[in-house]
């Protein structure tokens, strides 16, 4: 089995709009002058670099925005241009909405449970229904519609509708989510931030929504048909969303036999990590504290926001946005923790600014699809990125994306039009025809 990690590229209309709750690195950055080019640009070279170094990558395409049909939907009517300039005038946070470039964090785009720990041995794939913001939630009917392209081969891929639409399920994919072990049955570690429909017996964040539900993680593992006594949950300290930890992956990071996180990260975090010790062979869990680098300098350098990969050693490479660097302390802290000889032979940093600017770090940008060889060989669409592929995006990106663009640029129709030819030529590129409204 081989983990692929499936990069969303981040589409035209990437921008600062302060929208999601919880974000720090969102909310303190609304209204910044973003550059979508740069922002597809740092995000490729990321993905040829992992391609380059013997690392199984693809890659997911933008969805259609500024999405029109949201608008329509909420009572704009005229033309495309009528409708954007009066959602302009009337409702300028929707038009932010509808034209966020979110799905470029495919973290969330769905929880993915590998065929060797399925009752039916397919793969099974749920995407996220990402209720928690209006934005996010747009996602959701695009999302399915691109994974079933691309795993199309249901006698070997289970992509399920996304859970309902209701806050009591609201479900952020595998951001909250981590499987371990390797090609046998591995187990799976799910973590909520609240349980929706209980007495109000659990503690929950007060400042900020958490935004997985219990519930919500309960009802992936049983359609995807996870062995209850290899299936660990674990819920996400209250105080740490409260200081902007709104995914488990801002704070944890996990792979094969290691769980790399914070030692605030669980509520009862000895009984989880207990848990999974009894049921992860050889699990050797890294645990930073306080001393080491503290809560809110995890989350202004995103350094759990990581990619663990297994090299071919068997050792790990720790793929860290370039912040880390730049903090002394969380600098520090990886050269010693690479010096001390531990699963983690390696450390690589990326520049991703633009995407960390909304809150987006390297592990927020790839969905991890472990599969086997037949498996591999059944995805549909040029998705597997090469230096060809990434040749040619960057090309398209190149040609099409504004380096330039502020709230008020999204009513612009030249911006729709420019978005829409970008997206023609990106999913004809990689082999996935008709994915979106405005090609039907
Ligand atoms: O949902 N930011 C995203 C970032 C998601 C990061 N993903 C993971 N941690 N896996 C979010 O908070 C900000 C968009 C804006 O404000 O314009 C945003 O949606």
Not at 134 to 147: D, K, M, N, V
Not at 211 to 230: F, M, V
Not at 309 to 330: Q, S
Request: net charge negative; aromatic share 6%.
């Amino acid at each position: 089995m081989t983990e692929i990690n499936f990069d969303g590229l981040p589409g035209p209309t990437h921008s600062y709009a302060g929208l999601a709750r919880g974000n720090l690195a969102s909310a303190r950055n609304a209204e910044l002058v973003a550059n979508p080019r740069a922002a597809a640009l740092q995000g490729i070279a990321k993905m040829r670099a992992l391609a380059q170094r013997g690392f199984a990558q693809a890659v997911l395409p933008p969805h259609e925005r500024p999405f029109v049909p949201a608008l329509r939907a909420l009572g704009f009517a005229g033309d495309d241009a009528g409708v954007l300039a009066r959602a302009a005038r009337e409702a300028p946070r929707l038009l932010a909405a509808v034209s966020s470039a979110s799905a470029m964090w495919t973290a969330n785009a769905a929880t993915v449970s590998p065929s060797a720990d399925t009752a039916d041995g397919r793969v099974h794939l749920t995407p996220a229904n990402l209720v928690s913001h209006f934005h996010r939630a747009l996602e959701a009917p695009a999302t399915t519609r691109i994974l079933r392209a691309i795993f199309a081969d249901e006698a070997r891929f289970a992509v399920h509708d996304p859970l309902p639409a209701a806050p009591q399920l609201g479900d952020e994919g595998a951001a909250n989510h981590t499987r371990f072990g390797d090609a046998g049955p591995g187990v799976e570690l799910f973590v909520y931030g609240r349980v929706a429909l209980d007495d109000g017996a659990t503690a929950a964040p007060s400042r900020y929504p958490a935004r997985q539900t219990r519930e919500a993680s309960e009802a992936i593992a049983r359609r995807h048909g996870l062995d209850p006594s290899r299936t660990v949950f674990a819920q996400q300290s209250p105080e740490v969303v409260d200081r902007g930890v709104f995914h488990n992956d801002v704070i944890a990071v996990g792979a094969g036999d290691v769980l790399f996180c914070h030692a605030r990260a669980y509520v009862d975090q000895a009984d989880v990590l207990a848990r999974l010790g009894e049921r992860v062979a050889g699990f050797a869990p890294i645990v930073v504290d306080d001393a080491d680098v503290g809560v809110d300098e995890a989350v202004a350098t995103y350094l759990f926001n990581s990619q663990l990969l297994r090299r071919r050693d068997g050792r790990y490479l720790l793929v860290i946005p370039a912040e880390c660097r730049e903090n002394p302390r969380t600098d520090a802290y990886l050269a010693r923790l690479v010096a001390a000889g531990g699963p983690i032979a390696e450390v690589l940093a990326f520049d991703l600014r633009q995407s960390m600017r909304n809150g987006g770090g390297p592990a927020c940008l790839r969905l991890r699809v472990a599969l086997t060889d037949a498996e591999r060989a059944r995805v549909a669409g040029r998705v597997f990125v090469d230096d060809a592929l990434a040749d040619a995006l960057e090309a398209i990106v190149v040609r099409r994306y504004r380096d330039r663009l502020v709230p008020a640029d999204l009513a612009d129709p030249a911006l729709l039009d420019e978005s829409r030819r970008a997206l023609d030529e990106l999913t004809s590129l990689l082999g996935l025809p008709a994915l979106y409204e405005f090609q039907r």
